[in-house]
């Protein structure tokens, strides 16, 4: 079956850096787009970022824009969010996401935690 | 910028239907997609293309799009449907996806 496991989340100050990862496994990583959505606590869910299944085709949210990186690595069936300059505003949980044939967010992760705060 | 609207919250007894809305004005040009978040899990896909329901999702989900509003129906709703729904969207040019704010149904 499809499982995704989120890793890398944790408490950092503003302004540091934070690499999440997301291993996939159960499908074929490397035929899928790939999603992070995040959720700030109590609140709703925000997009963040997608990378297409050939890991060159990729877009992020204006929130993030020119802050978090979404990659992949086909090879380790692995996601990644490398994000920089972090703000109290991207405290949240990060989800990865599964899209399939455009129809996003078909399978979930359980999600991994970032605190930003001083 | 583009936004979804859903009401914060919706209320109904067991056994009633339950219907939440979403509305954006690129909805008749894009599908929405619905996904049921229970408390402490990750959210799960119920609705997608705005009425098909994927497998292993009970056939009371149901899911509807008319002009600009879309909604989810869920006909007889039990308390384990008590979560939170989410509906998700893009723009008119595909290129901005956006989440609704979220409804928290009580049952």
């Known amino acids: 079956q499809v499982e995704l496991v989120e890793s890398g989340g944790g408490v950092v100050q503003p302004g540091a850096s934070l690499r999440l990862a997301c291993e996939a496994s159960?499908?074929?990583?490397?035929?899928?787009?790939m999603h992070w959505v995040r959720q700030a606590p109590g609140m709703g869910l925000e997009w963040v970022a997608v990378?297409?299944?050939?890991?060159?085709?990729?877009y992020s949210a204006d929130s993030v824009k020119g802050r978090f990186t979404v990659s992949r690595d086909n090879s380790k069936n692995t996601l990644y969010l490398e994000m920089n300059g972090l703000r109290v505003e991207d405290t949240g949980l990060y989800y990865c996401?599964?899209?399939?044939?455009?129809?996003?967010?078909?399978?979930w992760g359980q999600g991994t935690l970032v605190t930003v705060s001083s | 910028s583009y936004e979804l609207t859903q009401p914060p919250s919706v209320s109904v007894s067991p056994g009633q239907a339950a219907r939440i809305t979403c509305s954006g004005d690129?909805?008749?040009?894009?599908?929405a997609y619905w996904y049921q978040q229970k408390s402490g899990q990750a959210p799960r896909l119920i609705i997608f293309?705005?009425?098909k329901r994927p497998s292993g999702i009970p056939d009371r989900f149901s899911g509807s799009s008319s002009g600009t509003v879309a909604t989810l129906t869920i006909s007889g709703a039990q308390v384990e449907d008590e979560a939170d729904y989410h509906c998700?969207?893009?723009?008119?040019?595909?290129?901005?996806?956006?989440f609704g704010g979220g409804t928290r149904l009580t049952v």
């Open positions: 159960g499908f074929t990583f490397s035929s899928h787009g």
């Open positions: 293309q705005d009425k």
């Open positions: 690129a909805m008749p040009k894009s599908f």
């Open positions: 996401a599964r899209d399939s044939s455009g129809t996003p967010f078909d399978h």
């Open positions: 990378v297409f299944y050939d890991a060159t085709t990729k």
């Open positions: 998700y969207s893009t723009d008119i040019t595909g290129d901005l996806a956006v």
